[in-house]
């Protein structure tokens, strides 16, 4: 076993707590050899290094963004079992495969043992465990990254109050077989499950291990109805807004002529022209984690 901890998490947050953090987990009887990045993307190379030397099980400190980081080097290096202590900003992964965000909780979960699979989503020559975002949601998350005096969902919400007013709706084209739209768009949320940024409830019918995956496609918004979206976001209503498509499908084709700001899990990205394929990966990766609820019934 190996623990990758990402001491820039939280906006450097979990640095600077590391020493009283590390404590705790070594009173909670968890104490495996620990390796911290450096730099972003270097959580990637840690994982698949960590696989390429024998390593069964790689558990991560940090959040979201880190999480996806490293399970992209577990997939591209031939598979792992994830562990995951949340210690991010929003923590939405976690929440998605059913970890608890208590840490003590979660070193429980990890120590129990049980496992469970849940899908990946491939985009491009990407993988990402919980959500991707396109549009104002990849624009307000690269804006989050730069605010440090709030955590979780008062991040985005903070950083939407100016990317509101800025974001330009562009063209695209999508297909996902039987849907297709093409025509301006405000946001295109592509989940395994339910949030994304510490709270933002925009594919509340989304399963984590049910072979498919879920989208919000919302058109092209005047500016005072981004704002009611963003609200509706936060209660899970979005998709009954005026111009909202919930969408179920394995693959999904975008198209775009420009740039559109996207993140990876947090992650902030561009989806270059002429676009992207997203489709599912059906139990590709294995969590310690509870058992899913649907085998538990």
Known sequence: MLLIVNPAAAGGRLGRQWPRLHARLRAAGFDPPLVFTEAPGHA??????????GETVVVVAGGDGTICEAVQGLYDAGGA??????????????????????LEAAVQVITAGTTRRVDLMRAGDRV???AIGIGLLGAINVNSTKIKFVRGIA??????????????CPEIA?????????????????????????????TPAALPDDGSLDALLVEATSVPARLARLVAAVQGTIAKKRGSHELRFTRLEL???VPLPC?????????EPPGMTFEVLPGAQVVLAPPSPRTTN
């Open 263 to 271: 993140h990876f899990d947090g992650n902030p990205s561009h989806i």
């Open 81 to 102: 079992i994830l562990g995951i202590l949340p210690l991010g900003t929003g923590n939405d992964a976690a929440r998605t495969v059913g970890v608890p965000v208590n």
């Open 174 to 202: 999508l297909s996902t077989g039987p849907f297709k739209y093409r025509g301006r768009m405000t946001i295109l949320a592509i989940h395994s499950g339910v949030t994304t940024g510490g709270g933002f409830r925009l």
């Open 155 to 168: 991040a985005y919400l903070a950083a939407a109050a100016g990317t509101l007013f800025s974001y330009d």
């Open 255 to 257: 198209e775009t002529a």
């Open 44 to 53: 990637t190379h840690l994982a698949a290094e960590a696989v390429r030397r």
């Open 128 to 130: 990402v465990l919980n």
